[in-house]
């Protein structure tokens, strides 16, 4: 009778814990899931901006064609985002298209044609609109990545995140205010520090899981 | 992660949304269940009262199920609709579209539609039965007395209202237990006016009295709708969609602002009534005298909600 008492609190013992495993587990699949669609979100806004840049560069070449040296940084910085095989290097490129087209814009003030075409009064404020999203996307997605970090990293999931291969994910870092001064002309190629790795997808999809 | 459901002003805790909705969708249910309940009680008591049941009882129970249903997918559409919300596109109102849109990809929720109110009292209500239907207006004062910051900072706290499901249960509230208020208001005005004078013309006799009857079972209603409409307004409500719109706008400071400006401009919002007055951001009543009013004065102060927004 004890036995059977006993077999009976071990098997309801197991079947709770294996439940409570699987909760987990799905937990954590849960906010891996938040992480990669959170990224989408901000992927969809890089897309939209790499896919101005060609239609910038060509408005800008036409009035100021001269500014050599500021048109291929930012065609530079948009092949590097188009490379970019993780978040922290989209990142990273992504910044650097910022400071780029900051530089281009900075330029643009001395050539009064260029500023009042159209086109390019349009190509700047959607790339404004644009950056703003990726402010917002960028919130969500680090919010996202926190959450699942946390889960990763904390007892009791850390056991089955490891189990498993939950790696954290990467952040979205937006770039430091002033991290450098923009430079309107650095001519050294090899002045890129993370040159995209292998041939990734053009997007990059969020690392982890994957 | 700990919810401090206490602490309203604390920003840096992240509030369980998921508590949050949890918590408004059963109070939908409660709500709807108090209201059947409660109605359909008091109409079976008249029917007693008056002597013997009704036969039409029945019915009255289907209709009040109905009257439920109906408030719960129509409420929003009707809200909207009495408000005399236009809806508006990315090219009638690029800012407020922008800023909407903006403000959906930083919370991850679907973007809702865009209403405008041509009236030029600033205020503003988000509505909805959940965030794939949820809808966000703003008066047209809102857009032209507000700067961007400020105006991102309103709409970011609709939007907190949308993603926790306290459209739901704010919406439902209109068509729900607002109909009774608006009558319990109408009847309350008719026994104090319209009865001692006007009651001397050839009216019968059998339908005065129902006219009574129906102004007494409409004043014990009262009440009972006006604690509805308490619940699904609290105070807490109100603090923590400031909070999380803050959070999510970055920029607590403006939406005191915004509020400082709503508050301090004393023009009531002539669309917004005893059901609707709920919904909106700041009490866009503007009166408090009346008995009833105070009933159904619904909105934390706003000097400490600013106050809070300040400390963050």
Redesign the interface.
């Given at each position: 009778m004890a036995l059977w008492i006993t077999l009976g609190v071990i098997a309801v013992v197991l079947i709770l814990l294996v439940f409570t495993v699987i909760g987990m587990y799905n937990g954590l699949v849960r906010a891996r899931l938040r992480v990669k669609?959170?990224w989408s979100?901000i992927d969809v806004?890089l897309k939209r901006r790499t896919d101005l840049i060609p239609n910038l560069v060509e408005t800008v070449k036409g009035y100021a064609s001269h500014e050599k040296d500021t048109l291929e940084n930012v065609t530079r910085a948009r092949a590097m985002l188009q490379q970019a095989g993780t978040p922290a290097q989209a990142a990273e490129a992504n910044n650097m298209l910022t400071q780029t087209l900051r530089s281009l814009f900075a330029v643009a003030e001395a050539y009064p044609d260029l500023k009042a075409n159209q086109n390019f009064l349009d190509l700047q404020n959607e790339l404004s609109?644009i950056e703003?999203?990726i402010a917002?996307?960028r919130?969500?997605y680090n919010t996202?990545v926190l959450s699942y970090n946390e889960k990763t990293a904390t007892f009791p999931t850390v056991m089955f995140a490891n189990m498993f291969n939950f790696e954290p994910a990467e952040f979205f870092e937006a770039e430091e205010a002033e991290r450098e001064a923009p430079r309107v002309s650095f001519a050294s190629p090899p002045a890129t520090p993370s040159a995209g790795p292998s041939a990734g997808p053009p997007a990059a999809p969020p690392a982890p899981g994957t | 992660m700990t919810t401090a459901g206490s602490l309203p002003g604390t920003p840096d805790e992240p509030v369980l949304i998921y508590d949050r909705i949890g918590k408004n969708k059963r109070q939908t249910w409660l709500m709807m269940a108090v209201f059947v309940v409660l109605v359909g009680a008091l109409v079976t008591a008249l029917s007693y009262l008056l002597g013997g049941s009704w036969p039409v009882l029945p019915f009255v129970y289907a209709g009040l199920l109905a009257w439920v249903l109906f408030s719960y997918y129509m409420s929003s559409s009707i809200a909207l609709g009495v408000s005399g919300a236009r809806q508006v596109t990315r090219e009638d109102e690029p800012e407020l579209c922008?800023i909407v849109?903006?403000?959906s990809?930083?919370?991850?929720l679907p973007m809702p539609k865009v209403y405008v109110i041509e009236d030029s009292a600033p205020n503003a209500f988000a509505t909805g039965r959940d965030p794939k239907h949820a809808s966000v207006a703003a008066t047209r004062g809102l857009l032209d007395k507000l700067d961007k910051a400020e105006l991102e900072g309103v709409m970011a706290h609709e939007m907190s209202h949308v993603g926790n499901y306290d459209i739901r249960v704010m919406t439902i509230t209109v068509v729900l237990v607002g109909i009774i208020a608006l009558l319990a208001d109408f009847a309350m005005r008719w026994a104090w006016f319209g009865a001692g004078s006007r009651g001397s013309n050839k009216n019968k006799g059998g339908a005065a009295a129902i006219i009574v009857i129906v102004a007494i079972v409409l004043a014990i209603l009262a009440p009972i709708a006006a604690q509805l409409i308490h619940l699904a307004i609290s105070r807490q409500r109100e603090y923590l969609a400031d909070a999380s719109g803050a959070l999510?706008c970055?920029n607590p400071d403006a939406l005191a602002r915004a509020l400082e400006k709503i508050s301090a401009d004393r023009e009531p919002l002539e669309v917004a009534n005893k059901a609707t007055a709920h919904l909106y951001i700041e009490n866009p009543l503007k009166e408090h005298t009346s008995f009833l009013n105070n009933m159904f004065s619904t909105h934390p102060p706003v000097q400490e909600r600013i106050r809070l927004l300040r400390a963050m």
């Open positions: 669609e959170a979100g806004q609109d703003e999203k917002y996307a919130q969500f996202n | 922008r849109e903006n403000l990809i930083g919370s991850g999510l970055r």
